[in-house]
DNA sequence: ATCCGATGTCAAT
DNA sequence: TTGACCTCGGATC
């Protein structure tokens, strides 16, 4: 779930939802009782996406709350005629007439002073979600680093939001080595990729998953109907190591990089300098 | 009933 | 590079 397109809709409902509204504030389960206490009662102003954090801004609370998932959070919202399964525990729930937003599991879930959120967004990379970023300060990084795409794409100073599914579908979509030196980028290619990713992304945003298959690209040799996996939209290499690549048959491979499992087609995307 | 992996990140080594 | 942390659901016994 969590990559940057997630955190940009639930920043959307939460705002749809609640901005403008007073909340009623919790922490079942616990852990941010002091936090979810002190915007109590408050007006919840407006929600922000930066990459994979949200932030929540309350009507006369200096503090902002800064909320990210991880792998494991989720957030889940309800109206008062659903009927929902309890499922584990809650750490932070928002209340507003018959609106419920309940937060699950997140990594972080806690009070930022404005300081703190500067210093939060001051090391995040541009974001493709957001109209204000700027792709060059991701170029100056690439263009200056050693670091193999594949780990700098997953960099959340180089960009944010990128996680480990938009990370191995835009190098497929490109047919880049993973590890190739972020210094032997060229700039038009670049180019190519933060327009691409600005595309996928708000594509992700809309439809709520990662689906980077596109018709153009199906390829009708395969004999294959797009289909749903399970983790979600139609996809090229993530998680498919050991089947066919979609376009060339080649079987797509996998292997840890940057803490994460990459899965690439060695023959689509160039030299298999990657064997290790 | 139990195991294991997961769309993430950080600190410690 | 590894371990720790957050939690759930699907696979496996």
């Known amino acids: 779930m969590p990559e940057g397109h997630t955190l940009h809709r639930v920043a959307a409902e939460l705002r749809d939802r609640f901005a403008g509204r007073i909340v009623t504030s919790s922490s079942p389960q616990g852990q941010f009782i002091l936090g979810a206490a002190r915007v109590d009662a408050h007006r919840l102003v407006d929600v922000d996406a930066w990459g994979k ?19 494991f959070g989720r957030w889940t919202f309800t109206v008062s005629e659903d009927v929902v399964p309890v ?8 209340l507003s007439e018959s ?8 990594a972080a ?13 001051a090391r995040l990379g541009p ?9 060059d300060e991701a170029w100056h990084r690439i ?10 794409l997953m960099d959340q100073a180089v960009v944010a939001g990128i996680g480990n599914v938009y990370r191995a579908e835009v190098l497929f979509r490109h047919r880049l080595q993973p590890d190739l030196p972020g210094r032997e980028l060229a700039r038009s290619t670049w180019d190519a990729i933060w327009a691409d990713l600005v595309n996928l992304m708000r594509d992700g945003v809309r439809s709520g998953q990662i689906d980077t298959v596109r018709p153009e690209h199906m390829p009708l040799a395969m004999g294959r109907e797009p289909r749903d996996d399970a983790h979600g939209g139609e ?12 376009v060339c048959g080649t079987i797509v491979r996998t292997k840890a990089v940057a803490g994460r499992n990459l899965f690439w087609c060695p023959q689509c995307q160039g030299a298999d300098r990657l064997t290790g």
């Open 143 to 152: 263009s200056a680093s050693r670091a193999p795409l594949a780990t700098l």
């Open 53 to 71: 954090h949200v932030l929540v801004r309350f009507d006369g609370v200096g503090e902002q709350v800064h909320v990210h998932l991880g792998l």
């Open 87 to 94: 499922v584990g525990e809650v750490r932070w729930r928002l």
């Open 235 to 246: 996809v090229y290499v993530y998680r498919r190591s050991g089947m066919p690549c979609l």
């Open 127 to 135: 974001d493709p979600l957001r109209d204000d970023a700027d792709p």
């Open 99 to 106: 609106v419920v937003a309940e937060l699950r599991g997140p």
């Open 109 to 121: 879930c806690e009070l930022l002073s404005p300081r703190e959120v500067a210093a939060l967004l």
